[in-house]
T-cell receptor, first 115, second 116 residues
Framework: DTGVSQNPRHKITKRGQNVTFRCDPISEHNRLYWYRQTLGQGPEFLTYFQNEAQLEKSRLLSDRFSAERPKGSFSTLEIQRTEQGDSAMYLC?????????????FGEGSRLTVL | AQSVTQLGSHVSVSEGALVLLRCNYSSSVPPYLFWYVQYPNQGLQLLLKYTSAATLVKGINGFEAEFKKSETSFHLTKPSAHMSDAAEYFCAVSDPLSGGSYIPTFGRGTSLIVHP
């Protein structure tokens, strides 16, 4: 069990650029979640996958955001035409649906700074 | 809809003193409840969870929490604070009747400050 891995850990970009984050979940976990955390706030749900299917998306996930999990393993979160308001920590988490209670295993996050 | 309220964005204690972090939830059904800890520039780590078994739940690092349905509370306690406990603490709730999604909703967090 190597834990949830996120890359890159830090990303600084200029407004208007596109960025992509990658998440590798715990290998036996079939569910993968993306959350956003801004300074002084708790994590806010963005979207989650079960295997390769994206089952739910938050209203926070605007049209500029897209998430994929093409083979039910790793996932990517892309933000197009970044805005300063997108600056946040993007957290990935995973779980196994067979034992699911809402307990999530988090990665260390990818911090985005939009200049 | 479910929600979590954490009273106090900052709690300051002396080393060796009792730690009490408050969490109240709102849910239409008895929920699953969690406490997570986050150290600077790191992800969240589960401290403990309540999933409808014993109402007093013990977690890692000497923390425990008690589910009180009548008060809709799940406060986190530790008898004696240690400097290493300084971190951000998040309470979270998920709905067992959510059709299997169990997506947890998090509170805004409480920053625990421990003074020597």
């Amino acid at each position: 069990d190597t834990g949830v891995s996120q890359n890159p850990r830090h990303k600084i970009t200029k407004r208007g650029q596109n960025v992509t984050f990658r998440c590798d979940p715990i290998s036996e976990h079939n569910r993968l979640y993306w959350y956003r955390q801004t300074l002084g706030q708790g994590p806010e749900f963005l979207t989650y996958f079960q295997n390769e299917a994206q089952l739910e998306k938050s209203r926070l996930l605007s049209d500029r955001f897209s998430a994929e999990r093409p083979k039910g393993s790793f996932s990517t979160l892309e933000i197009q035409r970044t805005e300063q308001g997108d600056s946040a920590m993007y957290l990935c988490a995973s779980s196994y649906s067979g034992r699911n209670t809402g307990e999530l295993f988090f990665g260390e996050g990818s911090r985005l700074t939009v200049l | 809809a479910q929600s979590v309220t954490q009273l106090g964005s900052h709690v300051s204690v002396s080393e060796g003193a009792l730690v009490l972090l408050r969490c109240n939830y709102s849910s239409s059904v008895p929920p699953y409840l969690f406490w997570y800890v986050q150290y600077p520039n790191q992800g969240l780590q589960l401290l403990l969870k309540y999933t409808s078994a014993a109402t007093l739940v013990k977690g890692i690092n000497g923390f425990e929490a008690e589910f009180k349905k009548s008060e809709t509370s799940f406060h986190l306690t530790k008898p004696s604070a240690h400097m290493s406990d300084a971190a951000e603490y998040f309470c979270a709730v998920s709905d067992p009747l959510s059709g299997g999604s169990y997506i947890p909703t998090f509170g805004r967090g409480t920053s625990l400050i421990v003074h020597p």
